[in-house]
């Protein structure tokens, strides 16, 4: 191989390298999960050089694949229907686990969006799964401009970054339950210590105390939680008025 073409290769494995590093270091930057994923498919088109790059969500309850995140300006693509399982060519990738490489998607009669193909002059497609554990969780799209043959180096970057969008992903949702695990205690504690002022003050067992907190909660609408909040604030008033 000529020495031209060894350094042009070896710029754009570093490019590659320090795309990755990128994205890596996104993760760990406490980002919302959609400025993440934003970034992954902005890093993902600069990297690969692509016209439009997309990352697909599988809709578990609808077995659809829903456009999470896209750095396209095409209105068309961006109000593409969404793609069920075992249609098209994402909803293939999804479906089997499996990456799809297609020369020409204006050619390949299992690309469903023809009309936007031609519209916004698309080529070449590499699609990739995104997947935990065997369970595929959405897809990463990769479009060209031109017609253009995915060599093996750029096919493993786009798996790397269709990884990295998992890592993401999956830490968003850890992040979320632990959230909700928290708030749920907090929960519980704010609700045991409004039931002890409501017991004491009214001379009522604990238990009856309960059950006149969720039925306020039942006829006003509001979360136990809140009705809990009002009468410790309550409580507090009188305290504060007291001293």
Do not use: W
Request: aromatic fraction near 4%.
């Amino acid at each position: 191989m000529p020495k031209s073409k060894r350094k042009i290769g070896y710029q754009i494995y570093l490019k590659q390298i320090e795309a990755l590093a990128k994205v890596a270091n996104l993760i760990t930057s406490g980002l919302y999960l959609e400025e993440l994923l934003r970034l992954i498919v902005n890093v993902t088109a600069e990297v690969m050089n692509s016209k439009i790059s997309s990352l697909m969500l599988l809709d578990p309850d609808k077995k659809e694949l829903v456009v999470r995140a896209t750095q396209s300006i095409s209105e068309a693509y961006n109000k593409k229907p969404n793609v069920k399982l075992k249609e098209g060519i994402a909803g293939l990738v999804a479906q089997d686990n499996k990456p799809i490489y297609v020369l020409d998607v204006k050619k390949d009669s299992r690309y469903l969006n023809q009309d936007i193909a031609k519209k916004e002059g698309l080529y070449s497609l590499a699609s990739v799964p995104l997947a935990v554990k065997g369970r595929v969780i959405g897809v990463l799209n990769c479009y060209t401009s031109k017609k253009h043959k995915f060599t093996k180096p750029e096919l493993d970057v786009l798996v790397a970054l269709a990884n990295q969008a998992v890592v993401a992903i999956e830490n968003a949702e850890l992040d979320l339950r632990a959230r909700s695990a928290e708030e749920a205690l907090t929960t519980r504690k704010l609700i045991e210590r409004a039931k002890d002022i409501l017991s004491q003050e009214a001379n009522i067992l604990p238990s009856e105390a309960y059950r006149l907190i969720q039925k306020q909660s039942m006829d006003s609408r509001k979360s136990m939680r809140e009705i809990a909040e009002a009468i410790i604030l309550t409580k507090d008033i009188k305290e504060k008025k007291v001293q």
